[in-house]
T-cell receptor, first 115, second 115 residues
């Protein structure tokens, strides 16, 4: 069965510093990996996805994520955090070709960026 | 495209009353998902439809909850009778194709408060 884990409930970063939000996954087939962001009182918004190809994926708002097959990880990164990046971030995985196929979401990581 | 449209944005109702939440998916998307989000339990998948047919309703908490998708452009989630513990934000999401290969598009949610 597919699963995704976000080991940190909260990540605190100072503005201007690099940020990393961690995600690990488990699937039986090839993973399709996604990051979503949720701002207060809003729905989840798509940030980026990995399907195949280059392990470094670039997405919206300057975010990027690195697919690491050996470590089964897909960590979200940004070189320089902004206060406006403060939000709830969700990692999700789809088991392409697997029996389930739908996205499985992590429990979310709250990112807090302080001035 | 207007995205996934949910109504109402906010609903306050008294315990015991019937509540109906509505969702219009993105045109051309053939999968639709209902989620519930609370602080305690995070994001929970309640039910999903593919080509208007309910595929998995194992996440529906009780018989008080029901969902329908009479056509490709409309779905409802009904709670009857409502209880205070149903208070949450309910999200609708849609996607193209079966499974999560293309990612989901979420609506802005309905914040339900049962008093």
């Amino acid at each position: 069965a597919q699963s995704v884990a976000q080991p940190e409930d909260q990540v605190n970063v100072a503005e201007g510093n690099p940020l990393t939000v961690k995600c690990t996954y488990s699937v039986s087939g090839n993973p399709y990996l996604f990051w979503y962001v949720q701002y207060p009182n809003r729905g989840l918004q798509f940030l980026l996805k990995y399907i195949t190809g280059d392990n470094l994926v670039k997405g919206s708002y300057g975010f990027e994520a690195e697919f690491n097959k050996s470590q089964t990880s897909f960590h979200l990164k940004k070189p320089s955090a902004l206060v406006s990046d403060s939000a709830l971030y969700f990692c999700a995985v789809s088991d392409y070709g697997g029996s389930q196929g739908n996205l499985i979401f992590g429990k979310g990581t709250k990112l807090s960026v302080k001035p | 495209d207007a995205g996934v449209i949910q109504s109402p944005r906010h609903e306050v109702t008294e315990m015991g009353q019937e509540v109906t939440l509505r969702c219009k998916p993105i045109s051309g998307h053939n999968s639709l998902f209902w989620y519930r989000q609370t602080m305690m339990r995070g994001l929970e998948l309640l039910i999903y439809f593919n080509n208007n047919v309910p595929i998995d309703d194992s996440g529906m908490p009780e018989d008080r909850f029901s969902a329908k998708m009479p056509n490709a452009s409309f779905s409802t989630l009904k709670i009857q009778p409502s209880e205070p513990r149903d208070s949450a934000v309910y999200f609708c999401a849609s996607s193209f194709g079966q499974g999560g290969n293309y990612g989901y598009t979420f609506g802005s949610g309905t914040r339900l408060t049962v008093v």
